[in-house]
DNA sequence: AATTTATTTAGCTAATTTGCTAAATTGATT
DNA sequence: AATCAATTTAGCAAATTAGCTAAATAAATT
């Protein structure tokens, strides 16, 4: 489970247009280089790209991209490995998932409260 | 449905401590209880959540308090309804479903796409 | 061994955010 | 009308963030 510290890390790194450009278009494959280029039959990871990849739909330098970049791997958004010379990004899924979640239950407990007060009616 | 300024406008409203823990507390009734309108009882009303009591739980000035609630209400997430002299704060769960639905939908789409490329093996 | 490629770190500036106090506003009460 | 209570606005300072370029690092290629 998610603690308040890390959510408040996640809202964080995506409260920012460019990080949450990057997350969105790694989650849902908007950079398209896979990293299987050599061997389908490896085990590849699906709509991984690499810094300087993403870096180039935008407008900001290489560096600022990276920061970024590592900022969201901090918050556990995505995952970074090093391959050679290059590094891999992929969206994790379930820290995602979790706070779906969290939002889902903390509204459901809000419902059912205030169901429960209506019925006093 | 969210768009993208939306959600950044969310997000960066929840990435701040102090905003988190009032988003936390007015969605789990950690101050008081919204206000009823339907009962005649106005008293419920002294009890119910208002800035100087959603204050009380900080050791920041009123002002800033003021502020981060002006904030919660910009990105959606809380409303403010003036009645007298006061402001009632409650949640807005419609909004927070919308944003569960967004990374439910996002993780889902993933893991089909992932299953697709699992099956080349 | 030297160069190239991919990325990060360092150090800097500008912009933004977050806090404060004082003053203004709005509605209720005396 | 004067005062009180709840809240916001204004204006300021400190802290943080977000951008840049230049330099450093690490692995691959020549």
Redesign the pocket.
Known sequence: MLNVEQKIKIF?AL?????FLIFKNVFTGGYACSIDEKKPKEDIIAQAT??????EHF?????????????L?DANIIK?T????????EPNPEIIQELASCFTTLVDNYTDTTFQFDNTK
Chains 1, 2 share one sequence.
């Open positions: 964080k409260g920012n247009e460019t990080r690499c810094v300087t990849t993403i870096a407008d900001f330098a290489l560096p600022t991209i990276s920061r970024h970049l590592k900022e791997k970074m090093k391959k050679s010379n290059k590094i891999y990004i």
